[in-house]
Each structure stands twice: as structure tokens, then as C-alpha cells.
């Protein structure tokens, strides 16, 4: 998949982030479930974003969701999306104090490998199912902002997901009249101390005018 991006690369102090930003669909906070609606196009285009997070440590992917147009279904707090390796140590705290730096931004066109991407995500399924497995991943919500930590190989098994969600979604039942339906979920490591094991559902929802919307093979 080709994926036409922003890079921003602003400077905190002695350091070099690397930002990218594309477009589309809506994500509520999860409190303690959030929500994700998108439809083919929003879906298939995450799941090359996860992929490009999956292979890009020291990259932040910065995805801006919450000012977009709001879907008619849903409630709770429209946040931004935020992918970023463990390694990278990115604290939340930082985040609005990087996010107003990004004023200049230039084109960025990369390509993801889906092959590769699927070949991670079945290595993380095999390992998830042993009794020491940790490799899930972790969240935060601050600054009107939902972030994910993970490792390569949880991003690109949320990568496999998303295109599952994307080719499937146009395919249940009552999306044609413009209901939302979930196809799949981010399922998130519990926050330290234990608690809700909270998660995220991944809902396709064609937007309108949904006279338009037809089925694949339709």
C-alpha cells in the first residue's frame, strides 16, 4: 500500500522527532471502551498506518481524528490517534508542548509490505498464546489524545486487523442504511495495578450520502 503522508521533524531540545499525519475517521476515548468508526477507505488506510508504525522505531504516528467531521452515532470524547514504539519513550506529558511545533510539514510517500506485515502478525498470534506472553499493547489517554505503545510485531498484528475490518465491514448486515457494525477491537494491556481490561471497537460505518454505498461484488 502506498500511503501519502506530512513529516514533520521538529526539535526539543537536543532531540529529532519524526511526525507523520494522514486523514479520516473518528475515535472516542476509552472510558472504558472506546470506539473507532471508519469506513473502507479510513479502515484500510489505518492498517497501513499501523503497518508503517510497525517498521518505523523511531518514528510518531500522529493521526488527527478529533476535529474532523463528527459521526451521527456514538458519544464520549473525539480524541487524536497516537502510535509509538515502547522504545521510542515517548511520554504523553511531552505531547502537546511537540504537538505545537508541527507547523511546517513536508509531502511524505511510503509503501508498506503486506506480506511482511502478515508474517509478523501470525508470529505474534503464536506467541500470544504462551503462559509468559507480555508483547500486547499499552495505552494512554491525555490532552484530548489516545496513545498506543507497542512493538513491531503488536502493530503489525493491529495492521492485520484493520484490513480485516476494512474488507469485511462493507459485508454486515445494515451498513448499506448507514448503521455502524463491529468488525474487529484493539484489545489493550491492562494499566498498571490491574483494572477495567479495557478496549477499543473497531466499527465499519459508511458515511453518507449512503444511496451511494454498495457492497463489494455489488
Not at 506530512?6 to 494522514?22: A, C, D, M, S
Not at 477507505?41 to 498506518?49: P, Q
Request: charged letters at 25%; proline letters at 8%.
Amino acid at each position: 500500500m502506498r500511503l501519502r503522508l506530512t513529516e514533520f521533524r521538529p526539535r526539543t531540545g537536543p532531540h529529532e522527532h519524526r511526525v507523520v499525519q494522514p486523514r479520516h475517521t473518528s475515535l472516542t476515548a476509552p472510558e472504558p471502551i472506546g470506539r473507532l468508526l471508519g469506513d473502507h477507505e479510513g479502515l484500510n488506510r489505518l492498517a497501513g498506518l499501523f503497518s508503517f508504525a510497525a517498521y518505523s522505531r523511531h518514528t510518531i504516528v500522529h493521526v488527527p481524528l478529533r476535529d474532523g467531521i463528527p459521526p451521527d452515532e456514538g458519544r464520549g470524547e473525539r480524541v487524536d490517534l497516537v502510535l509509538a514504539h515502547h522504545s521510542y519513550g515517548l511520554r504523553p506529558s511531552r505531547w502537546p508542548e511537540l504537538r505545537r511545533t508541527l507547523k511546517a510539514g513536508a509531502p511524505l510517500s511510503v509503501r508498506t509490505d503486506e506480506a511482511r506485515t502478515h508474517k509478523d502478525a501470525d508470529a505474534w498470534r503464536q506467541r500470544s498464546m504462551q503462559a509468559d506472553f507480555r508483547d500486547e499493547l499499552r495505552h494512554a489517554t491525555h490532552a484530548r489524545t489516545f496513545f498506543l505503545f507497542g512493538s513491531r510485531d503488536a502493530f503489525a498484528r493491529a495492521a492485520v486487523d484493520f484490513a480485516y475490518a476494512a474488507g469485511w465491514g462493507p459485508r454486515q448486515k445494515g451498513v448499506g442504511k448507514g448503521h455502524s457494525a463491529m468488525v474487529t477491537g484493539i484489545w489493550l494491556k491492562d494499566e498498571p495495578g490491574g483494572g477495567h481490561p479495557r478496549e477499543v471497537l473497531v466499527c465499519f460505518k459508511p458515511y453518507p450520502p449512503y444511496a451511494h454505498f454498495k457492497r463489494p461484488g455489488g
